[in-house]
């Protein structure tokens, strides 16, 4: 690839989003919620694409599993932190970079973006869940015992919300029952 391919790709990419460019060695797209960043390196030899993720401070309950990620699913996009913001980040030699590998990054980078930190909190909420179905059956506990629980949490305002409407809080507890009756039987 050189400099000049990367306004005509980004153009095809996103053909109703404005591509700017605020300098030389850097482009610039927004289509909301998206927005691309690709800088050349000073020298022209590296090409960074960037898009933001979350604040860090958002982020910090996660950082291990953000490590993890790196490690096993980002493919060849990674998480980053700077200026107190996680990024999802990919930098490639720019002399070697083909159109095909700059257009996954691309995808890849909104895919991350998309999700967020969704996958994250997710992971820790069925760790916690399943850190409750141990800690029951340590105990004795069955899984109605421990569904009665729950229920009594809600009821104390321990979980949810005095306030909280009855309907509500409903729909809250059927979806405890729902994932403890899941993971119930695998741990």
């Given at each position: 690839?050189?400099?000049?391919?990367?306004?005509?790709?980004?153009?095809?990419?996103?053909?109703?989003?404005?591509v700017?460019?605020?300098?030389?060695d850097?482009?610039?797209?927004?289509?909301?919620?998206?927005?691309?960043?690709?800088?050349?390196?000073?020298?022209?030899?590296?090409?960074?694409?960037?898009?933001?993720?979350?604040?860090?401070?958002?982020?910090?309950?996660?950082?291990a599993?953000?490590?993890?990620?790196n490690?096993?699913?980002?493919?060849?996009?990674?998480?980053?932190?700077?200026q107190?913001v996680?990024?999802?980040?990919?930098?490639?030699?720019?002399?070697?970079l083909t159109?095909?590998?700059?257009?996954?990054?691309?995808a890849?980078?909104?895919?991350?973006?998309?999700?967020?930190?969704?996958?994250?909190?997710?992971?820790?909420?069925?760790?916690?869940?399943?850190?409750?179905?141990?800690?029951s059956?340590?105990?004795?506990?069955?899984?109605?015992?421990?569904?009665?629980?729950?229920?009594r949490?809600?009821?104390?305002?321990?979980?949810?919300?005095?306030q909280?409407?009855?309907?509500?809080?409903?729909?809250?507890?059927?979806?405890?029952?729902?994932?403890?009756?899941?993971?119930?039987?695998?741990?």
């Amino acid at each position: 690839m050189t400099p000049d391919e990367i306004s005509p790709i980004l153009t095809a990419l996103f053909p109703e989003a404005a591509v700017e460019k605020p300098s030389a060695d850097a482009w610039q797209v927004e289509k909301p919620p998206l927005r691309l960043l690709a800088i050349l390196s000073e020298d022209g030899s590296w090409l960074r694409l960037l898009v933001a993720i979350a604040p860090f401070m958002e982020a910090q309950p996660y950082l291990a599993q953000i490590l993890e990620a790196n490690f096993d699913l980002t493919q060849e996009a990674r998480y980053a932190v700077s200026q107190q913001v996680v990024w999802g980040v990919f930098q490639h030699s720019f002399a070697s970079l083909t159109r095909a590998d700059f257009e996954a990054a691309i995808a890849r980078l909104a895919d991350l973006q998309t999700k967020g930190l969704s996958p994250f909190f997710n992971q820790l909420i069925e760790d916690r869940l399943r850190q409750i179905v141990r800690a029951s059956k340590q105990q004795g506990q069955t899984l109605q015992a421990t569904l009665q629980n729950i229920e009594r949490f809600y009821a104390e305002g321990m979980l949810g919300s005095l306030q909280q409407e009855p309907q509500e809080r409903e729909q809250f507890i059927a979806a405890w029952r729902a994932q403890l009756e899941r993971l119930w039987e695998e741990n």
